[in-house]
């Protein structure tokens, strides 16, 4: 009689690379600590299969961070109507707003401060040079369209552009206040060649449904309340 194979109860029988990838995503979105013992567990993996496909902690979330980063700027652009500088700015700010109300890159941000920054914004990491390789190409691509003559080279304005929204959104994540995103729209207008008035945002279609980690649709509108009673309580005193 040949024996049969048997494996726990309720384990898939064997898990693939995207389905660990999947589980860290549902982890992260759900504002839960992407464990990679946990995650190794759930899977009915072993953790030497863990580390063997992700290596560390560390690369894991860049990998999970970066994949989200780039399917995002790529569907807020092809959500963006037009072509050009501002088709792009408008693509930009969308992702910039994003950004700015992910309750879960947040939490990531004040319960582990220097491994976020560090999987965020290091050149030798993974979302960093991700980033730029996207708004590299979006840039290229509208560069097809006779009326954006961009200022500087693609290489050297893409670099710029997720530096610029580096230092205006993580730094100001961490001490609990949303990112400066109006006056981010501004400069990143200015690198794109645009005057003043490109400084009106956009909406754009699905923004903020399906956020890069966790985004609250309704940052802005909360930022604008939060204007109105600022403004209200000026005129009353």
Request: charged letters at 30%.
């Amino acid at each position: 009689m040949t024996p049969t194979a048997t494996r726990r109860p309720g384990r898939p029988a064997a898990a693939s690379r995207a389905a660990a990838m999947a589980a860290a995503r549902k982890r992260f979105l759900a504002g839960e600590r992407v464990d990679m013992q946990a995650i190794a567990r759930e899977l009915g993996l072993a953790r030497a299969t863990m580390h063997r496909w992700f290596g560390t902690r560390e690369q894991l979330l860049g990998e999970l961070l970066a994949d989200m980063g780039e399917e995002r700027l790529r569907a807020l652009r092809a959500r963006t109507a037009g072509s050009g500088a501002l088709a792009l700015l408008d693509g930009f700010d969308a992702f910039n707003r994003e950004m700015a109300t992910a309750s879960s890159l947040r939490m990531l941000l004040v319960q582990e401060q220097d491994l976020a920054l560090r999987i965020l914004t290091s050149a030798n990491g993974l979302v960093q040079p991700r980033l730029i390789g996207v708004v590299h190409d979006l840039i290229v691509k509208e560069l097809e369209h006779e009326d954006f003559e961009p200022a500087a080279e693609p290489e050297v304005l893409a670099y710029a552009i997720v530096r610029l929204a580096e230092a205006f959104l993580y730094n100001e994540a961490i001490v609990g206040l949303r990112g400066d995103t109006e006056r981010l729209r501004e400069l990143e207008a200015a690198l794109l060649g645009l005057g003043r008035g490109a400084g009106r945002k956009t909406k754009i279609a699905g923004a903020g449904a399906s956020g890069v980690a966790g985004a609250h649709p309704r940052g802005e509108e909360e930022r604008d309340d939060r204007s109105r009673d600022d403004a209200a309580r000026t005129r009353g005193g």
